[in-house]
Nanobody, 122 residues
Framework: VQLVESGGGLVQAGGSLKLSCQDS????????MGWFRQAPGKEREFVGA????????YYVDDAKGRFTISRDNDKNTVYLRMTGLKPDDTGVYYC????????????????WGLGTQVTVSS
C-alpha cells in the first residue's frame, strides 16, 4: 500500500474542498480507509473512515453533515469531500489504511500517506 494525498489548498471559511488519496498498490479494496488531520501543535486526530466491504462510513461528530468519504475501488482512490469549512479545520490531512473496522486510533492504521495541507482562512 502506497498512499498519496492531493487536493489540499487555501480556502475561505464556508468553502469546500475535495481531497483525494490514491493507492498505487493492488490490495486497495481490502482495506478500511481513514482520514486524519493534524493541526499545528496538536496531535493527529481521526476524521472519518470508509469500510472496505460495504462502504459503510463513520465520522467524528465535528465532521458529520459537513464531510463525506467515498471510494472508487477501480481507481484505487478514496475521497474526502469537505463543505462548510471552518478555520478549525486547518491542518495536514492524511489518509491511512487499516485491516480493521471500528478501531479508529492512529495505531490501527498501518499505512499512511505524506499528507496534504488544508488551510481555511476566516
Amino acid at each position: 500500500v502506497q498512499l498519496v494525498e492531493s487536493g489540499g489548498g487555501l480556502v475561505q471559511a464556508g468553502g469546500s474542498l475535495k481531497l483525494s488519496c490514491q493507492d498505487s498498490g493492488d490490495t486497495f479494496s481490502s482495506f478500511t480507509m481513514g482520514w486524519f488531520r493534524q493541526a499545528p501543535g496538536k496531535e493527529r486526530e481521526f476524521v472519518g473512515a470508509i469500510n472496505w466491504s460495504d462502504d459503510r462510513t463513520y465520522y467524528v461528530d465535528d465532521a458529520k453533515g459537513r464531510f463525506t468519504i467515498s471510494r472508487d475501488n477501480d481507481k484505487n482512490t478514496v475521497y474526502l469531500r469537505m463543505t462548510g469549512l471552518k478555520p478549525d479545520d486547518t491542518g495536514v490531512y492524511y489518509c491511512a489504511a487499516s485491516l480493521l473496522w471500528n478501531d479508529f486510533v492512529p495505531e490501527a492504521f498501518g499505512s499512511w500517506g505524506l499528507g496534504t495541507q488544508v488551510t481555511v482562512s476566516s
